[in-house]
């Protein structure tokens, strides 16, 4: 018995050693010889951690910096180790997060080629297990035939007639926010001091709650409140290399992501049950989003539903995740921009009166989508302050890249923050707020059609921008028709990424209402 154990272990042992030598050796070396060859380096690969240290240590050591109100350099903050690399290595460059390779794309044809491409070969990257749970196996995750069969789902929700529809929900919820603050500066004498920021998070929580699950919208906010949890776990491990097998031990943080997801997916359920029921009492299934998905998914009569209950629950995460986090950090980051560029403020609020009419009047989607200048300004705060400052595919085989001859398995970075302020594509004053860049729309705001990349480009592009750019409009226009405002002083001016593109320290704002 002994010596069975002892043979076990052994043979554990030359295993274990084979694919260390493998994965964290052999591969790593033969990967940057390839790329060496073609003229592509990088920082220096190191057992097992690659480059996350040194990434690690060059973003602790920038975490202090603050900026001037006007400086929009947030590289420096977020992303100093591209800087670093890109200074020293160029534009394309490859490092290593842990021991996987992540080939920097930071040319446009080369980017576009990778999120135009419909062949599969750039394939979307593994999250991990707390992204997952967080966003869900929706759209943003699922490849090849799946998507589509998600897509053909989700896709009647997004039109743009079914969106206005969802107008007068997004100004009601807005309208609530704003009588709060209304009453704090009559309070106040006239002005108001308010943290816009978290604000912002509950306002768009409360909006998607509405829109996505109706009369359900309670339940929701449950949703939310986990979501805002896992979105904590996910930062917190994201810069950790992975080891193959650990999401199954029940540590800490694995047993609290396996609560948080049964309490996500039971929730969600529950909603879902209601709504199949109210069905076959010939109720419909309403026309929020969820009632939209649901519809289309049921497809005609005598016919096998398209997508399984697990894959609504998946869409549910990550409307509900994406609909809120992306569009409150959209509208907090607009607010900076205009209460620190007051003639640009002062230009919204005629167009919004213009357009829409005064205090009172309802807002409609026609005259929100009039909104020439709001457009153009969301799309300035989108190319400054994106959301998302990088995104990620991996290559499914073997392949060619711009000439590049690229592994399988390697991952190709996309940092669409450096990008947007590439002075080559954006012109000199790429560094600089300036929304006229957009006037003539998004594809001739720059020298390269494909530069705006906040909702990235080709067939997997974002299916809820519309939604969110409606939403940010009605959330300006009812903000610009009551208060003129500004960045309070003591404001600190700290981009910070936690998954998503925010303000470090919130963002206190001053608030005067207007004479009416």
């Given at each position: 018995?002994?010596?069975?154990?002892?043979?076990?272990?052994?043979?554990?042992?030359?295993?274990?050693?084979?694919?260390?030598?493998?994965?964290?050796?052999?591969?790593?070396?033969?990967?940057?010889?390839?790329?060496?060859?073609?003229?592509?380096?990088?920082?220096?690969?190191?057992?097992?951690?690659?480059?996350?240290?040194?990434?690690?240590?060059?973003r602790v050591a920038t975490a202090d910096d603050v900026l001037d109100l006007r400086s929009h350099d947030i590289i420096r903050r977020v992303l100093p180790q591209y800087q670093a690399w890109m200074?020293?290595?160029?534009?394309?460059?490859?490092?290593?997060v842990g021991y996987r390779p992540a080939l920097c794309v930071a040319d446009y044809d080369m980017a576009k080629q990778i999120l135009s491409n419909k062949t599969?070969?750039?394939?979307?990257?593994?999250?991990?297990?707390?992204?997952?749970?967080?966003?869900?196996?929706?759209?943003?995750?699922?490849?090849?035939?799946?998507?589509?069969?998600h897509r053909r789902v989700v896709h009647p929700a997004f039109?743009?007639?079914?969106?206005?529809?969802?107008?007068?929900?997004?100004?009601?919820?807005?309208?609530k926010v704003i009588r709060e603050w209304e009453a704090r500066a009559v309070a106040a004498g006239g002005v108001a001091k308010v943290e816009v920021g978290q604000q912002f998070v509950e306002l768009t929580a409360d909006v998607i709650s509405h829109t996505a699950f109706g009369s359900s919208y309670k339940e929701g906010k449950e949703v939310f409140e986990a979501q805002r949890e896992l979105q904590y776990i996910a930062f917190s491990t994201i810069n950790k290399v992975h080891v193959p097998g650990l999401e199954y031990i029940p540590t800490k943080t694995n047993v609290r992501r396996w609560q948080l997801n049964r309490k996500v997916r039971g929730t969600l359920m529950a909603i879902i049950n209601e709504r199949q029921?109210?069905?076959?009492?010939?109720?419909?299934?309403?026309?929020?989003?969820?009632?939209?998905?649901?519809?289309?998914?049921?497809?005609?009569?005598?016919?096998?539903?398209?997508?399984?209950?697990?894959?609504?629950?998946?869409?549910?995460?990550?409307?509900?995740?994406?609909?809120?986090?992306?569009?409150?950090?959209?509208?907090?980051?607009?607010?900076?921009?205009?209460?620190?560029?007051?003639?640009?403020?002062?230009?919204?609020?005629?167009?919004?009166?213009?357009?829409?009419?005064?205090v009172g009047a309802p807002l409609h989607g026609d005259a929100l989508n009039k909104l020439k200048l709001a457009t153009m300004v969301l799309y300035e705060t989108l190319r400054l302050y994106g959301a998302v400052i990088m995104m990620t595919r991996t290559t499914t085989a073997d392949m060619e890249l711009g000439g590049i001859k690229i592994p399988k398995g390697t991952s190709t970075m996309i940092p669409i923050a450096i990008m947007h302020r590439d002075e080559e594509v954006w012109g000199a004053d790429a560094?600089?707020?300036?929304?006229?860049?957009?006037?003539?729309?998004?594809?001739?705001?720059?020298?390269?059609?494909?530069?705006?990349?906040?909702?990235?480009?080709?067939?997997?592009?974002?299916?809820?921008?519309d939604f969110a750019m409606l939403e940010?409009?009605?959330?300006?226009?009812?903000?610009?028709?009551?208060?003129?405002?500004?960045?309070?002083?003591?404001?600190?001016?700290?981009?910070?990424?936690?998954?998503?593109?925010?303000?470090?320290?919130?963002?206190?704002?001053?608030?005067k209402l207007l004479e009416q």
């Open positions: 018995m002994a010596s069975s154990a002892a043979l076990a272990l052994v043979a554990l042992a030359v295993v274990l050693a084979t694919w260390v030598s493998q994965h964290l050796v052999w591969r790593p070396y033969a990967v940057a010889k390839a790329f060496r060859r073609q003229g592509i380096r990088g920082p220096a690969y190191r057992f097992f951690v690659g480059n996350n240290e040194e990434s690690k240590a060059m200074a020293a290595h160029g534009k394309v460059f490859l490092s290593w599969g070969l750039h394939g979307k990257t593994d999250p991990g297990p707390n992204i997952m749970a967080l966003l869900g196996k929706g759209l943003v995750f699922t490849e090849g035939d799946e998507w589509a069969r039109t743009m007639d079914k969106l206005k529809m969802m107008t007068k929900t997004m100004e009601e919820c807005a309208a029921a109210a069905a076959k009492d010939a109720k419909g299934y309403g026309n929020d989003l969820l009632g939209l998905m649901l519809e289309a998914n049921a497809g005609k009569e005598g016919q096998k539903a398209i997508m399984s209950m697990d894959d609504i629950v998946a869409e549910c995460k990550t409307f509900f995740f994406a609909g809120h986090d992306t569009t409150s950090h959209l509208l907090t980051w607009a607010v900076f921009l205009l209460g620190t560029h007051p003639e640009w403020q002062r230009k919204l609020r005629e167009e919004v009166l213009r357009e829409c009419g005064g560094g600089e707020f300036n929304p006229d860049r957009f006037r003539d729309g998004v594809g001739r705001a720059a020298k390269h059609p494909s530069a705006m990349l906040a909702f990235s480009v080709g067939p997997r592009a974002c299916i809820g921008q940010a409009k009605a959330t300006l226009a009812t903000i610009l028709r009551r208060f003129e405002f500004e960045v309070a002083p003591e404001y600190v001016h700290a981009p910070a990424e936690f998954l998503t593109l925010q303000p470090k320290c919130g963002l206190p704002v001053l608030l």
